[in-house]
């Protein structure tokens, strides 16, 4: 069974602090992504990766940087939190030949 | 602009067969239709995808049109777990996913 985990399930953090939300997958997948969830709205691509050490821009990557450190894990960092971040955060990762994008469980950030 | 178009919700009964439709007047030939569900407090999870031919799994059946403008998901025999809200979505660059409102689908008992 494909697994990817998240930590933390859910932060708060204050306006202006860092923020690291960790992803780690055990599919031996090359991409991996990050997406943001309003409330109400569809999910939006932030950054994703499609091999260790190298990430790429998605649609709003705007006040987020990512991480690659290696193949399981991808992190996202908010250097600056800002209140306009609070939102769900859901990693996925997919295989190189493969369409299916597996999801993790999501992270629940709430910035005050 | 949405690549795709999808009603906002849609109700059902346990037991009947569903049918999901989505637009997408203005997809490239090579774009597949990929679609996922997604329930409350969880992540999405992939349902099937077609390029051209309609395709099967255990979760449902895809009906592609010949003209690839649209494009229906069947649910058969829907359960109380079947209900979330169903995306229809045409991937960009590196299947970057790109969620809208979807339908939500409403199952009642």
């Known amino acids: 069974e494909a697994a990817v985990t998240q930590s933390p399930r859910s932060k708060v953090a204050v306006t202006g602090g860092k923020v690291t939300l960790s992803c780690h997958q055990t599919?031996?997948?090359?991409?991996m992504y990050w997406y943001r969830q309003d409330t109400g709205h569809g999910l939006r691509l932030i950054h994703y990766?499609?091999?260790?050490?190298?990430?790429e821009k998605g649609d709003i990557p705007d006040g987020y940087k990512a991480s690659r450190p290696s193949q399981e894990n991808f992190s996202l960092i908010l250097e600056l939190a800002s209140l306009s971040q609070t939102a769900v955060y859901f990693c996925?990762?997919?295989?190189?030949?493969?369409?299916?994008?597996?999801f993790g469980p999501g992270t629940r950030l709430t910035v005050l | 602009d949405a690549k795709t178009t999808q009603p906002d919700s849609m109700e059902s009964t346990e037991g009947e067969t569903v049918h999901l439709p989505c637009s997408h007047a203005?997809?490239?030939?090579?774009?597949?239709i990929y679609w996922y569900r997604q329930v409350p407090l969880q992540g999405p999870e992939y349902v099937t995808h077609?390029?051209?031919q309609n395709t099967t799994n255990s979760m449902a059946f895809l009906a592609i049109a010949s003209d690839r403008k649209s494009s229906t998901l069947i649910l058969t025999h829907v359960s109380l777990r079947d209900a979330a809200v169903y995306h229809c979505?045409?991937?960009?660059?590196?299947?970057?996913?790109?969620f809208g409102k979807g339908t939500q689908l409403i199952i009642q008992p």
């Open positions: 599919n031996n997948h090359d991409y």
């Open positions: 077609g390029l051209q």
């Open positions: 979505i045409l991937p960009g660059g590196a299947d970057r996913l790109t």
């Open positions: 996925a990762s997919r295989g190189q030949n493969y369409a299916e994008q597996f």
């Open positions: 203005t997809i490239s030939g090579n774009e597949y």
């Open positions: 990766s499609y091999v260790a050490d190298s990430t």
